[in-house]
């Protein structure tokens, strides 16, 4: 190969990793944007759990009234 032919292998290369810079801050500030922080998601949480608790037990009562008859 040509030293001609490396120069432009190399020029396509930076092109490329500029691009790919350029990418990676878009998903940066996308992911920022879009995501939820972990006390923003915190009441969400304790509500979920807390109804998943009360529907276990629920279910668990449930079964042992259901075997003590």
Do not use: H, N
Not at 7 to 13: E, H, Q
Not at 32 to 50: H, S
């Amino acid at each position: 190969m040509s030293d001609f032919d490396y120069k432009t292998k190399i020029a396509l290369i930076e092109e490329r990793m500029q691009q790919c810079k350029k990418d990676i801050e878009e998903i940066g500030v996308k992911v920022e944007i879009k995501l939820v922080t972990r006390t923003e998601f915190e009441p969400i949480r304790k509500i979920v759990y807390g109804l998943v608790g009360i529907a276990l037990t629920a279910l668990l009562v449930a079964l042992i009234t259901t075997v003590m008859k």
